[in-house]
């Protein structure tokens, strides 16, 4: 973990989102492969001091956040009904790529000229880091895309 790079309330956030359960939301999974957590970790282009991370966290059905390096948060993105489909979607589909992914006990942040995808369901956190060079990983890269595009529509 490179601390230095982002703010210890950035950690926080990242981490309480990846330790949240389905028990704590109150939510009845319908299988083993049902994904209700979703964080993508997202290099950016920054010259601001710990401007180069962010990183998107969706919970199933409550919230989606964009948490930035510097400890910054954009919250409430949950209202806009277009949003929440997007992420919908996400969560729909998203269980397609988990036989591609790696299955994980250490979700702790690190650098990456890429963005690292972590996809939780109730055996655990499932992650891949996406470089795109697999039909899988450019399908949720994709997923994540079209939330964010969704997002800059609506701000």
Known sequence: MNEKSVVSKYLEYREN??????????????????VYIAVFDIPTESGILYG???????VFGLNIHIYLGNGDAIVGLERSRDIMNAMQSLFISSSQVLK???LVDDYSYYESSNVRAYLKTRRGVYFQELTNKSREERFLNMLMENVFITIYKKM
């Open 52 to 58: 180069h991370t962010k990183t998107l966290a969706l």
């Open 100 to 102: 591609s992914m790696q």
């Open 17 to 34: 989102v990846l330790k949240y359960t389905n028990i704590d939301m109150n939510l009845e999974l319908e299988n083993d492969e049902q």
